[in-house]
């Protein structure tokens, strides 16, 4: 499966982004376990959240919790992150990822959108 991340852009703090990460190829979506990383420069790849593929489980790490909501769309083989209260912090390189068995490494990765974030 390919991913394709979008919706990344430039914005003050405290405001908001929709990113979306659409899917292409003959494997049904609702098969994958859907998540959210982001890489800001200089630092190691971080877990942003995380969608069980029916949809209902969504994890979050502590940093956006409450202000970030994943979401998706498994007939327009597509996910979603919300995000708003935007801080500069937020700044980096979104990725989604998709995986098959949960609870371990994620199988397909998109190239990622930027955001930033100025204060």
């Known amino acids: 499966v390919q991913l394709v991340e979008s919706g990344g852009a430039s914005v003050q703090a405290g405001g908001s982004l929709r990113l979306s990460c659409q899917a292409s190829?003959?494997?049904?979506?609702?098969?994958?376990?859907a998540g959210w990383f982001r890489q800001a420069p200089g630092k190691e790849r971080e877990f942003v959240a995380l969608i069980r593929r029916d949809g209902i489980v969504t994890d979050y790490s502590d940093s956006v919790k409450g202000r970030f909501t994943v979401s998706r769309d498994n007939a327009k083989k597509m996910v979603f992150l919300e995000m708003n209260s935007l801080k500069p912090e937020d700044t980096a390189v979104y990725l989604c990822?998709?995986?098959?068995?949960?609870?371990?490494?994620?199988?397909?990765w998109g190239q990622g959108t930027q955001v930033t974030v100025s204060s």
């Open positions: 190829g003959r494997t049904p979506f609702d098969i994958y376990n």
């Open positions: 990822a998709v995986r098959l068995v949960p609870g371990v490494g994620f199988d397909f």
